[in-house]
């Protein structure tokens, strides 16, 4: 059976040649069976430790580590290096809020942007999604939210049904393949793992940093992320 797993068909190296692509990321290539085994062995992988994760960027320039603490518990205000990358695919690649059917980019906001990698079935991202609920009362359009759905196979009617169920009312948007890739490429391969609940703060000037702290963060330790 693993070795089944492990070889991908003639069809899938055609799609995306022999360039190396993370599990995250070669799993939106896969057929739905496959595709959702190697999902679930990466998101396995990533909890594995519970507690602590180290993740690199893939030009090796900076180093992540990434800390799993109660919601509001021990918090402290870390982030990783920031990252300066303005042309970012994930930053200019034009999205579309399924909650609202309208398209928009994150290099077109005018204030700092925060993006939150999420999946449906993900009860962290959940609890994460109340404290972003509280956020968006107190910080009211000084700041946008994104939440970004990171599982290949959840598609825009989950999505926007999630949302809608939930009373949540800013951005949700199905990531595009591109998108992500772009993200693992600036952030490491964190940023695709939902129960890390990955958190990103883009500033205007073309900087971004990803929260270090691992799974949900109160209000308050988001809001005093927001130096932009």
Known sequence: MAGEFQRVSERTRDRI???PLPLSTLAMYMPNSRRRFLQLSGLCLAGVAGCS??????????TASMTD??????????????????DAAWRTTELTDVVADETFTIADQQGPVLLHSFA????????????????????TDD?????????????????????ADSGYDWRFVVSPAGVTESLVDD???????????????????GTASLLSQRGPKSTAYITDSLDC
């Open 187 to 205: 952030f490491g391969t964190s940023i695709t793992s939902p129960p890390a609940v990955p958190i990103v703060i883009a500033c205007p000037d």
């Open 69 to 86: 603490t109660a919601d509001g518990a021990g918090e402290t205000t870390t982030s990783t290096e920031a990252v300066a990358s303005p």
């Open 17 to 19: 040649g022999t360039i």
């Open 143 to 163: 700041v946008t939210l994104v939440s970004l759905n990171v599982d290949p196979n959840e598609d825009a009617a989950a999505v926007r049904e999630y949302a």
């Open 53 to 62: 994760e180290t993740d690199s960027t893939t030009n090796g320039e900076r």
């Open 120 to 139: 449906v079935w993900c009860p962290k991202c959940a609890r994460q999604h109340d404290h972003l609920k509280t956020l968006q009362e107190q910080v």
